[in-house]
């Protein structure tokens, strides 16, 4: 075995998830801005919706106030599927690490954008993340823009990635127009939800448009499109019989 060979076995397993992803900032949003749309899409859908689009609140508004989210957003949003998809990432990787005499480690690279925090909130976060994979990653919080996470950056570093915003990632990095060649990453998987930021699709023609864009994008990325339900909120039967009542009381006038 080569120092070549030698170095790939000892490569970290790294995966990089953005804040998006593994906190459901969108219904973090929806709930600031009315709990009772909030208990209206809970109950309507929020888990099985074809696109960003809420029951209760304005289109354009929702919009607006989601390009400018705050920390005030993360107050109110809660852990998505994916923190459970992160903890069984850093599960395979330590039982791996248990059957084979290599040991790699487990790295997990948390993208703050566009959130700016405060060193002891981003402590806060790295924190939960450690105890959600039983202290079996380094988690590492950086702050980056959709095109600083470039083809360059996930073929040096990344073995699979969480991102919501997918369209912001392929309208910064790809363009139909320039040489990819040497750059792409096909091999790599960028698991996204499949849900449209704002036209509502339906049935099977919503099934075919991921599709077709995963395979359009193949010989540069690994785009999967996974439900959405992923990467909304869990949600307790609690919350659901909570959203009930809140329905049923009557609304001020």
Known sequence: MNEKDIEELLKPSTLFVELDAI????????????????????????HKRSADVFEGVSETLFNKQYEGRDAK????????????????????????????????????VLNLYPYTLKEEEIGEIVLAISKLTLDLANITAVYMKPEEVSFD????????????????????????????KGRMSPEVPMICPAVAKTKKISGYQH???????????????????????NFTMVLAPTLEQAAKAALRQPQPA
């Open 23 to 46: 906190l459901d900032t969108r219904a973090g949003l929806l709930f600031n801005m009315s709990t009772k749309a909030f208990d209206m899409n809970i109950l309507r859908g929020l």
């Open 73 to 108: 957003v993360l107050s109110n949003a809660q852990v998505t599927g994916i923190g459970k998809r992160i903890a069984d990432f850093a599960k395979e990787v330590a039982n791996r690490n248990l059957k084979t005499p290599v040991k790699n480690s487990c790295e997990i």
């Open 153 to 180: 950056y996930i073929k040096e570093h990344i073995d699979a990635l969480y991102i919501y915003d997918y369209a912001s990632w392929i309208n910064a990095n790809i363009d139909p127009l320039m040489e990819l």
């Open 207 to 229: 099934k075919d448009v991921f599709t077709r864009m995963a395979r359009a994008y193949a010989p540069m990325i690994g785009l999967d499109f996974i439900d959405v339900a």
